[in-house]
Each structure stands twice: as C-alpha cells, then as structure tokens.
C-alpha cells in the first residue's frame, strides 16, 4: 500500500470515527457515561409510614439513608389509586383513561392497555441502548406493550431473594441498565377473609418462609393511628403487620444498595423509591382522597447530587417516563416515537378529540438538579376501576392549596375493593357504635356529592367540603374548567359527563 493511499485511509477512519462520536454525542449514547437507571416500586405503601417522613414508629433504616444521599418529595402524587391503572401510567407516561388501563389486568378482570403503546423499557432498550429486566409484580398488560429484556425468576414476598435474582442481572451486562424492582410488599395478602376474625398473615405469608429477612417486632400499642383511621384494636393489630411488611421492603432495599456500592456502582446508579398507591386500608387505596395518592417519592441521582435535599416541587406519575427518559438523555426521539404511535392509531380508524403529540406527564429533571425549582403548577388524578365491578369514576385536580374532586357516579353508592371491606379494620367500624370512620364518619364515606373541595393546607384530613362555601365559588368554577380541560387535552371519554346524565 502507498503512503499516499494509507494517508487517505488513515483520514478516512479519523472522520467516521468523528462522525460516530458525533452522533453518539448527540443522542447522549455513551456507555460509559449513562446512568444507570433502578425504579423502585412498593406495592401499597403509603408516604407517612417511612422514617424519613415523620414516622419514628415504623422501622425503615436504609430507605431514610437512600433519602439522605438523595432528594425527597413532599408533593408526589400517584395518578390513579389503584395497582394496575398507576403502573401503566409509570410506565407510559400517559394517563390511563387513554392508554386503556383502565383498572386491573389479571384475571376475569381483563383490562389492558393499547396495543399500539411503546413503554418506558423499549424506549431505553430502542433508543439508548440500555439493557432492561424486571422482578417481582407485574399487572399490566399486554406484555408486547411492556416488554423488558429480561423476567428475572422470583415468587413471593422475599426482597432479599428479589436481590440476590437482580445481582445476576446486573453482574451479566457491560451496557448501562435499567433494573424494574417491584416488590409485593407491603400489599395485603390475597384471599377472603371469614367475617371478621383478624387473619394473623394478611400483610404477609409465614408459611413462604423470608429467609435472609430479620424478625422485626413492634406492639399494637407503639404504631401510629393516622387520622384517616379509627383508632380500633383491629386497626393496630393490622397495622403492625403492615410495619413488618414495609420493614421487609426497607431491608431489601439497603440489601440492593450495599450491593451497588461494594460493587463501585453506586456512583453511577440513579435509584427512584415510589409506591404504586396508598396504604390498603379504607379511606386509602382506591380513594383520590391525600392518603390514596400522595405518596412517597425518593430520588438518588448520579453523584448523590443534591444528597439530604427536600422539595415540595409537585409532580406526579405521569412524569416519571418522561423523567427518566431525560436522565439518559433521549427525551426527544422518546417523544417523536410517541407521535408517530399515535398517528398510526389515528391513521386506523381510531378517533382521538385531541392529537396527542406528546406525554402527559413532563420531565422533573430540573428538580433533580435544583430541588427549589417548580415542576408542575397543578396535578390531576383519574380513577375509574378498581376490580371491574368497582365501577366508581373520580377526577381530580390539585392547584395550590386546594383540592377538587369531582365524583362522577355519585349517585352510587363508593365500591369497597374486596380485600378492604374484608378486612378487620373495616368490620370492626362497621360493628361498633361509633359513626365515625377517622376523620369521616361512616356514611359519608360510602355516600359521596358530585363534588368535594377542601383546602389540604387548613384540612389535610380532607373533612370540611368547602363546596356551598360562598366565598369559594369563584375558585370552585375556575378547578372544574380546568378539569374539563385536563380532560379534553388527554382524551377522557368520561369528558362526555359534563353535558349528559
């Protein structure tokens, strides 16, 4: 070969490789540089049953030092109170009137999402090349639609055997990960209960064995009663299974993070704590009531960035795909190949009011970085199922200090899931003398008005409907047009209830 001929091969490769690295540069495709990405979802756990939120009765070490190497929130919201209809929403960034979840996926419940989607796993996998896995629960649906590269094998409540599964992921791969972590504590167990007795495993499986989990022990006496609850034995008694249960979760958790910092990855490893929906207790999940939504939201970004911060930026749900999509640097190709899902749903027939060009939710990166700045002015919740024969559809909108809800069925009476009408804690209100429910008195709580405001900063108990209040009409007209319009722009087909029934 001449030397001529060499030079030019030699200035050919020097510009590919410049052009790769410029393209590389410009979708932020390093390898080496991107985060690691590990979403951490509790199943049931409400955001004043941590240490790090007030709770000094409850037991939970390693999920208030993850709050004190990274950011907490005060103002997270979960968009639906119920499992299934909040995961889909995590995982797709839209909320789920439209991506069709619009309550459970399992069983002769069958609701699922549109085909056409692309979820959060596919957009890392796609568009940055991470390599995706998830372990424990699931419920979403179809799967097509929330595909992960890897289903890591576990059955079970164990978080530290959960862990042991997710260490053989990660120790397989070169790439940067994103690691779906979703524990089936602190939910309650499954099955009926008889009448009333108290079931001593309703928040757990004894005869699973949690091998690798330490005994946690803690009185009825010690718990905290929130005020949404009847201070009643049964509720203390439940209540100390529900505290072992999150200790549980609280171990597997500080299981993983020694992992990730004997391992030298804790330094390049984003860790996200949420809860999918309240507490199982009533007057929780399944309510858009505080304790159904407002939910903890603890964020360990790269570096311990801002490491010990807390923020009462309000964001919700809805904004974490487009979130952690930003984090690895491809929020826009994420957001272009929604619009293109979009128009082929339209292209087939498909009839949407409003185009939808984007996410609902949007990107709290800056938050991240400067915890006082603001995220969102104002957040919506949309429920509609439960289990299918809970049909009981509520919005609402969250501006301020104030909270609308607007009950869309009211003249039904408010369905009850089956595990919390079973459980002690409602039977024993139901039996005793006392009307009253916590804050709310029994029926009240099952018979509801078309509409609710309350002032969360004056009434955190939510108990002083401020809707007949004179002085708040102007207020109360301006919440529900921006709930019709939260509606039109996210293609609610229950916007239909403004003009009939």
């Not at 993070?257 to 929780?284: C, V």
């Not at 609902?360 to 957040?379: D, Q, Y």
Request: aromatic fraction near 10%; hydrophobic fraction near 35%; charge should be negative.
């Amino acid at each position: 070969m001449s030397s001529r001929t060499s030079l030019l091969l030699i200035t050919f490769l020097f510009v590919l490789i410049g052009c790769q690295e410029r393209k590389d540069q410009g979708a932020n495709f390093s390898l080496g540089k991107k985060p690691n990405i590990i979403l951490i979802v509790a199943d049931d756990h409400g955001m004043n049953d941590l240490g790090c939120y007030g709770n000094r009765a409850i037991s939970t070490p390693n999920l208030d030092v993850l709050a004190s190497e990274g950011l907490r929130f005060t103002r997270a919201y979960a968009t639906a109170p119920s499992c299934a209809a909040s995961r889909s929403v995590i995982l797709t960034g839209l909320y789920n009137h439209l991506n069709g979840m619009y309550g459970h996926v399992h069983s002769y419940h069958h609701f699922r999402s549109h085909e056409f989607l692309k979820s959060l796993p596919a957009y890392l996998e796609e568009i940055a090349g991470y390599r995706t896995a998830r372990i424990g629960k699931y419920h979403v649906g179809p799967e097509e639609v929330f595909r992960f590269q890897r289903v890591l094998p576990f059955r079970g409540r164990n978080t530290a055997k959960m862990v042991e599964e997710s260490i053989k992921f990660i120790e397989t791969t070169n790439h940067p990960f994103f690691l779906y972590f979703c524990t089936n504590d602190p939910h309650r167990g499954g099955g009926r209960v008889e009448a009333h007795p108290l079931k001593p495993d309703r928040f757990g499986n004894r005869d699973e064995g949690y091998e690798g989990i330490e005994e946690y022990g803690i009185s009825p006496d010690s718990v905290l009663v929130p005020g949404y609850l009847p201070d009643l034995p049964a509720t203390r008694a439940e209540l100390v299974q529900y505290y072992t249960s999150v200790n549980r979760v609280d171990q597997g958790v500080g299981k993983l993070m020694r992992y990730l910092k004997e391992a030298g990855k804790w330094d390049n490893t984003i860790i996200i704590y949420i809860s999918d929906n309240g507490i199982a207790f009533p007057g929780a999940k399944t309510n858009v009531y505080e304790p159904g939504i407002n939910l903890p939201l603890i964020v360990k970004n790269v570096n311990q960035q801002n490491a010990g911060s807390v923020t009462e930026a309000l964001v919700n749900w809805s904004d974490l795909t487009p979130t952690i999509l930003d984090l690895a640097g491809i929020l826009g190709p994420a957001t272009d190949s929604l619009k293109n899902s979009f128009k082929d749903y339209a292209a087939g027939g498909q009839h949407l009011q409003t185009p939808v060009d984007d996410f609902h939710g949007i990107s709290f990166k800056n938050v991240l970085e400067s915890p006082g700045e603001e995220a969102r002015t104002e957040s919506f919740a949309s429920h509609t199922f439960h289990e299918i024969t809970m049909y009981y559809p509520m919005r609402s909108i969250i501006k301020g200090d104030y909270k609308l809800i607007w009950n869309l069925a009211h003249p039904l009476p408010y369905p009850h899931a089956s595990d919390l009408w079973a459980s002690a804690t409602w039977q024993e209100a139901l039996e005793s003398d006392n009307p009253k429910y916590g804050a709310r008195d029994i029926v009240s709580y099952t018979s509801r008005p078309e509409f609710e405001l309350y002032n969360l900063q004056e009434d955190p108990l939510e108990s002083i409907n401020l809707i007949n209040s004179a002085s708040h009409q102007e207020l109360l007209m301006a919440l529900q047009s921006r709930i019709r319009t939260f509606q039109q722009k996210t293609n609610d087909p229950w916007i239909v209830k403004w003009d009939h029934e």
